[in-house]
């Protein structure tokens, strides 16, 4: 099994499958690394801080104005207390960047636990979102971490950064390229039938190529992400693994009595923090899954089909049609229950899938299953198709 797994890994190299793949991935990490330096360089905080104080300016001469009710006086009010704490925090971050983190640092932790007694109740997602900040700063303290501020540039950062930039779409087209035709490009010229000719089972030829497409695609992606973490690393630091990533964050559904319409919104209270480098395993381990199941099902279209033109488009083709099916109002339904919705392992790791779905019962742990079911159901389908195959006529 081993020596038919390596002759089938040597033939994708051959094929130059590994290096096209290696290739278009690379170019994305360079074109991240580069893009995000030069945004960084044009993200300015003081230009930031002149905008919001304009906008205070121009929201208090709204309150002044008369005809105003008590409510939208009071709105009004929240919203210039709200923007005065955000310039109060950034005029903190750019402390914490400059000199002594510690004192700003807990500056922005008292106005943050401001802002959070200040918020109304239906406030669902302001009020996760500064608490999920707020215990982020506080961990920051407690356990004398320096934060990083603004746009982070380190190795951590670019390598979350490049995990979600390939999840979905483009990793469909990696295993477009991979498997899309592993099978089905040996019918014609017919090395299949060399291949069946020897003392060795169907069920074994099959999985080896199914094992060494996972191989050399799970390898390649690894290795430039490794490849895109040094290279950051060496070049803006790499920062802490023992900094604070958010993840846990639960849903539900919420009736918005101003807007009349059904929200998915964070409960208050359920995200929790894991260091960093615990959430990048998380997220491997959830783009590995998503890179077997985009591929068992690009394996599977291989397997059924005689012709590797047809195969390899459609393994190109049905991933795109899912993608959009996910965003199609009633045909979205279908969304929770396809493989293309978990392709980017930062949504599913943190919990933010259920938004992006529009179900609150998809977890992390619904995105394990519906991957797991997907790659066992592929499967099963081409051993049992290419077991009872007529391949020798």
Known sequence: MFSLIKNELIKLNLRKKLIICSIILFAIGALM????????KLNNTENTIKILEKNVEMQKEELNK??????????????????????????????????????????????????LNILPNDAKNEKEMIRTSLI????YLEHNIKPSMGMDLSGFSFLDGFISTIGGILLAIIAAIMAGDVVSGEYTPPT?????????????????????????TVSVVLIIEFLIFLIGGIIYGFGSAAAPRAMGTVYENYNNLVTGQKEIVPVFNSTFLVPAIAYIGWELL???LFIVAAL?????????????TISTTLSFIIPIVFTILNVIPYVKKAAPFLYMSYGNPSTVASGRIAQGVGYTFVTPGVALLML??????????SLVNFKKKDLLI
Do not use: C, H
Request: net charge positive; proline share 2%.
């Open 33 to 40: 690394i580069g893009g995000s330096a030069l945004v960084n």
């Open 286 to 288: 959830f783009q590995i």
């Open 192 to 216: 299949m039938k060399v291949l069946l000719t020897k003392p060795v089972s169907r069920i074994k030829v099959l999985l080896s190529k199914y094992f060494a497409a996972i191989i050399g």
């Open 66 to 115: 008369e005809g105003k009710s008590e409510k939208e006086k009071a709105d009004i009010q929240r919203s210039i207390t709200q923007i005065e704490m955000n310039i109060q925090e950034l005029k903190n971050e750019k402390l914490i960047k400059e000199g002594d983190w510690k004192a700003p640092l807990e500056q922005t932790v008292k106005s943050q636990e401001e802002q």
């Open 372 to 381: 797991l079911l997907w790659i066992g159901i592929t499967l099963a389908i």
């Open 296 to 308: 068992s099902f690009s394996f599977m279209l291989s397997t059924l089909l005689k012709t590797s």
């Open 136 to 139: 982020t700063n506080k961990y």
